[in-house]
C-alpha cells in the first residue's frame, strides 16, 4: 500500500476521543507547541477586512504521533491522562460556527460498538433535544483526527456525541447558569454514564465549567437557517429546503389556446354541423388512424399543447406506512411547509424520479415532511443522487431500510 493510502487508512478509524476523560476537569499543564496565543488578526495596511469573524487562534494541524493507539474496546490511551492548558482562551473572540447543509462525513456515521455497548448513528439530526451531563476534551486530544476525519482542535466550538449524525450543529445550553454556545458536532463520545456530549476545551470555557470538569446541559439540533430543529415555536420557520424551493420560478397555468369549442354561441346551443364546420376549420379530425389531408400552399397549424392535470401527491404517514422493501432510500431533504415539499416532489417526478414520495412526521409536536426516493438498489444509487445534486437539492441521505 502506497504512502498516501497508508494515511487515508488511518483516518477512518473511529476517534472516540471523549471516552477517556476523567470525572473531573483534564489537569492544567506547562505550554507546549498545542498552546497557541492569539495571532494578530489584524489586517495589513490598505486591505479592506473581511466581513465574517476570524478566530485569532490558529487551526489546529494534525499531530501524526497521535494516530492509532487503540487498545480492546476502542479507547485511545486510556492509561494517559487527558490535560488543558494553563492559559484561558478569549472565547468572546472565537467565533461561532456557521450552521449550515453539509454532506455526512465519509467516516463516523456507522453504527459501532465501544467497550461491548452497540451505538447507533441517528438517521437525520431532526427532533433531537436531550438534557443530561457534559464534559470536555483538552490536549490529549489536541491535533488528533476526530471519528469524521477533522482534526480536533481545542479552541474550536466543537464536540463529540454518540448518535448525531456527523457533522451536525447543536446549541448547547448549561442549565445552571444560562450560558449557551453553538458547535459543530464532527466526533464521537463521550463513553461514560450520565453524559450526553463532550465539548471541546474552548466550549466547555464558554459555558463556565472549565474548573468544574462537568455540567448539566441542554443539547438541540440546529437547522440550516439557525433555528432549534425540536422548537415549539407556533409557526415554523422554514428551513433551508423550505427556502430553496421557495425561490424557485412559479409554475405558471398553460396558455388558453383558444382551441376548445364553444358549444353555446350566440345565445343558442350549437349543433353537430357547427362543430364540423369548426373543425375543418382547423384541419382537425376525430383519430382513425389516418393522416388528415393539407394543402400544399397551406400554412402549418400551430401546435396545440394540451395542459397535463397531474394529479396530488399522496402523502405516506410514517407510522402507517407498510415495511419497506429491500433496498436503499434516500432522503432528498425535509420541510416545515407542506407546499414546499409537494413542490419539490413534483421537481423530482418531473426530471423523472417516479420513486420520489413524501413521508409526514411529528417531532416533538411539530410537523415535518420527509421527501425520500426508494427503495432503490445499491447499483443505481451513485447515478441517483448525482442526479439530485444536479437538481439543487445536495447530497441526499442514506435510510435504513
Given at each position: 500500500?502506497?504512502?498516501?493510502?497508508?494515511l487515508?487508512?488511518?483516518?477512518?478509524?473511529?476517534?472516540?476521543?471523549a471516552?477517556?476523560?476523567?470525572?473531573?476537569?483534564?489537569?492544567?499543564?506547562?505550554?507546549?507547541?498545542?498552546?497557541?496565543?492569539?495571532?494578530?488578526?489584524?489586517?495589513?495596511?490598505?486591505?479592506?477586512?473581511?466581513?465574517?469573524?476570524?478566530?485569532?487562534?490558529?487551526?489546529a494541524?494534525?499531530?501524526?504521533?497521535?494516530?492509532?493507539?487503540?487498545?480492546?474496546?476502542?479507547?485511545?490511551?486510556?492509561?494517559?491522562?487527558?490535560?488543558?492548558?494553563?492559559?484561558?482562551?478569549?472565547?468572546?473572540?472565537?467565533?461561532?460556527?456557521?450552521?449550515?447543509?453539509?454532506?455526512?462525513?465519509?467516516?463516523?456515521?456507522?453504527?459501532?460498538?465501544?467497550?461491548?455497548?452497540?451505538?447507533?448513528?441517528?438517521?437525520d439530526?431532526?427532533?433531537?433535544?436531550?438534557?443530561?451531563?457534559?464534559?470536555?476534551?483538552?490536549?490529549?486530544?489536541?491535533?488528533?483526527?476526530?471519528?469524521?476525519?477533522?482534526?480536533?482542535?481545542?479552541?474550536?466550538?466543537?464536540?463529540?456525541?454518540?448518535?448525531?449524525?456527523?457533522?451536525?450543529?447543536?446549541?448547547?445550553?448549561?442549565?445552571?447558569n444560562?450560558?449557551?454556545?453553538?458547535?459543530?458536532?464532527?466526533?464521537?463520545?463521550?463513553?461514560?454514564?450520565?453524559?450526553?456530549?463532550?465539548?471541546?476545551?474552548?466550549?466547555?470555557v464558554?459555558?463556565?465549567?472549565?474548573?468544574?470538569?462537568?455540567?448539566?446541559?441542554?443539547?438541540?439540533?440546529?437547522?440550516?437557517?439557525?433555528?432549534?430543529?425540536?422548537?415549539?415555536?407556533?409557526?415554523?420557520?422554514?428551513t433551508?429546503?423550505?427556502k430553496?424551493?421557495?425561490?424557485?420560478?412559479?409554475?405558471?397555468?398553460?396558455?388558453?389556446t383558444?382551441?376548445?369549442?364553444?358549444?353555446?354561441?350566440?345565445?343558442?346551443?350549437m349543433g353537430?354541423?357547427e362543430?364540423?364546420?369548426?373543425?375543418?376549420?382547423?384541419?382537425?379530425?376525430?383519430?382513425?388512424g389516418?393522416?388528415?389531408?393539407?394543402?400544399?400552399n397551406?400554412?402549418?397549424a400551430?401546435?396545440?399543447?394540451?395542459?397535463?392535470?397531474?394529479?396530488?401527491?399522496?402523502?405516506?404517514?410514517?407510522?402507517?406506512?407498510?415495511?419497506a422493501?429491500a433496498?436503499?432510500?434516500?432522503q432528498?431533504?425535509?420541510?416545515?411547509?407542506?407546499?414546499?415539499?409537494?413542490?419539490?416532489?413534483?421537481?423530482l417526478?418531473?426530471?423523472?424520479?417516479?420513486?420520489a414520495q413524501l413521508q409526514d412526521?411529528?417531532?416533538?409536536?411539530?410537523?415535518?415532511?420527509?421527501?425520500?426516493?426508494?427503495?432503490?438498489?445499491?447499483?443505481?444509487?451513485?447515478e441517483?443522487?448525482?442526479?439530485i445534486?444536479?437538481?439543487?437539492?445536495?447530497?441526499?441521505?442514506?435510510?435504513?431500510n
Amino acid at each position: 500500500m502506497s504512502t498516501p493510502m497508508r494515511l487515508l487508512a488511518a483516518m477512518l478509524p473511529l476517534a472516540l476521543a471523549a471516552c477517556a476523560t476523567t470525572g473531573g476537569a483534564p489537569r492544567a499543564a506547562a505550554p507546549d507547541a498545542s498552546t497557541r496565543k492569539p495571532v494578530d488578526a489584524t489586517p495589513a495596511e490598505g486591505i479592506a477586512p473581511t466581513p465574517r469573524r476570524v478566530s485569532p487562534y490558529a487551526p489546529a494541524q494534525e499531530d501524526l504521533s497521535k494516530r492509532g493507539d487503540y487498545v480492546a474496546g476502542g479507547l485511545f490511551r486510556p492509561g494517559v491522562a487527558d490535560t488543558v492548558p494553563d492559559e484561558i482562551p478569549d472565547v468572546d473572540l472565537i467565533p461561532e460556527p456557521e450552521v449550515r447543509d453539509e454532506p455526512r462525513a465519509r467516516s463516523g456515521n456507522r453504527d459501532y460498538a465501544v467497550l461491548g455497548q452497540k451505538y447507533r448513528v441517528l438517521d437525520d439530526h431532526e427532533g433531537y433535544n436531550e438534557e443530561g451531563g457534559a464534559s470536555y476534551y483538552g490536549k490529549k486530544f489536541h491535533g488528533r483526527r476526530t471519528s469524521s476525519g477533522e482534526v480536533y482542535d481545542m479552541y474550536a466550538f466543537s464536540a463529540a456525541h454518540k448518535s448525531l449524525p456527523l457533522p451536525s450543529f447543536a446549541r448547547v445550553t448549561n442549565l445552571d447558569n444560562g450560558k449557551s454556545v453553538v458547535v459543530r458536532v464532527n466526533d464521537r463520545g463521550p463513553f461514560h454514564k450520565g453524559r450526553i456530549i463532550d465539548l471541546s476545551y474552548a466550549a466547555a470555557v464558554k459555558l463556565g465549567y472549565r474548573e468544574r470538569g462537568t455540567a448539566r446541559v441542554r443539547v438541540e439540533a440546529l437547522s440550516a437557517d439557525g433555528v432549534a430543529v425540536a422548537s415549539a415555536a407556533p409557526v415554523a420557520a422554514a428551513t433551508a429546503m423550505d427556502k430553496l424551493v421557495q425561490a424557485l420560478p412559479e409554475q405558471k397555468p398553460v396558455a388558453d389556446t383558444g382551441n376548445r369549442f364553444d358549444m353555446h354561441q350566440d345565445g343558442r346551443t350549437m349543433g353537430a354541423d357547427e362543430f364540423d364546420a369548426w373543425m375543418r376549420a382547423r384541419q382537425i379530425r376525430v383519430a382513425t388512424g389516418k393522416p388528415t389531408p393539407v394543402a400544399a400552399n397551406a400554412a402549418p397549424a400551430p401546435a396545440v399543447v394540451a395542459p397535463v392535470a397531474v394529479a396530488a401527491a399522496p402523502v405516506t404517514t410514517a407510522a402507517a406506512s407498510s415495511p419497506a422493501a429491500a433496498g436503499i432510500t434516500l432522503q432528498v431533504a425535509s420541510f416545515s411547509n407542506q407546499r414546499n415539499a409537494e413542490q419539490a416532489l413534483s421537481l423530482l417526478r418531473g426530471a423523472a424520479i417516479a420513486q420520489a414520495q413524501l413521508q409526514d412526521a411529528d417531532i416533538n409536536g411539530r410537523k415535518v415532511w420527509r421527501l425520500r426516493i426508494g427503495p432503490v438498489s445499491e447499483a443505481a444509487t451513485p447515478e441517483l443522487a448525482a442526479r439530485i445534486v444536479g437538481l439543487g437539492f445536495g447530497q441526499p441521505q442514506r435510510i435504513r431500510n
